[in-house]
């Protein structure tokens, strides 16, 4: 099973499932945001799906507990692989969206809590009203959502190191911010390689204009997962 994960940052639907066409769904997954699924709805979903591919629905719930529980009930419907809700919702939340997904058994979506964002630097937490270290606010919502019984978490690759060490193997990590060597980092902060991001600990590496805006898509897609 392949740790890739296509962020599908498009704006229309026919663009993101044209990518989608030039792959196997051995090949990679698919991660649909909050941008494609504001513009697009429930059917992009759907049809990529029915290709045969596993979804990640990153729309990080943030809201009161039972609201994130009905939202998390609606994308276990629709079948996706894996969604996100933020941890800074705090222990009620998560719990809530963890007990929603129970009576799906078997075919219940992973669910993954959102850390800090990888656009993000110390000094903007500071600015924020933060205390401590950027790694300390990240280790807190990962043992929060440890303990309230969430699969994994999405950090930067920079915390894998030390969130595999406190939260052992069987807690997944998600990492956003991967970069080719040569690309631009644009609007991300805390950036890493693939190669890095692997062997820090990260189960899945999310990659978005690395791959999409490639002139060879799948040729990228062939050298990543080759590592």
């Given at each position: ?13 026919e663009?993101?499932?044209s ?56 994308a ?7 969604l ?56 807190r ?87």
């Open positions: 099973m392949s740790k890739l994960i296509i962020a599908l940052d498009f704006d229309r639907p663009d993101a499932l990518l989608v066409e030039q792959f196997e769904p051995e090949q990679c997954a698919f991660k649909i945001g909050s941008e494609l699924f504001t513009r697009s709805g429930p059917d992009v979903v759907r049809q990529i799906i029915a290709r045969g591919f596993r979804v990640f629905l990153d729309l990080k719930f943030h809201d009161i507990p039972n609201t994130v529980a009905q939202s998390c009930k609606a276990a419907d629709l079948g996706v692989w894996m996100t809700v933020h941890a800074a919702g705090g222990a009620a939340m998560l719990h809530a969206a963890r007990t929603a997904l129970e009576s799906y058994g078997a075919s219940r979506p992973k669910l993954i809590a959102v850390t800090v964002l990888t656009s993000l630097s110390e000094a903007d937490l500071s600015g924020m009203g933060v205390s401590g270290t950027l790694l300390q606010h990240v280790e919502y990962a043992v929060l959502s440890q303990q309230a019984g969430l699969d994994g978490v999405v950090s930067s690759a920079q915390e894998v190191a030390r969130l595999r060490t406190l939260c052992g193997r069987g807690f997944l990590l998600v990492t956003p911010g991967i970069r080719m060597a040569g690309d631009v980092a644009h609007d991300q902060s805390r950036v890493i390689s693939p190669q890095d991001a692997l062997q820090a600990g990260s189960d899945y590496l999310v990659m978005g204009r690395s791959i999409t805006r490639a002139q060879h898509p799948r040729a990228v897609v062939d050298a990543l997962n080759s590592l």
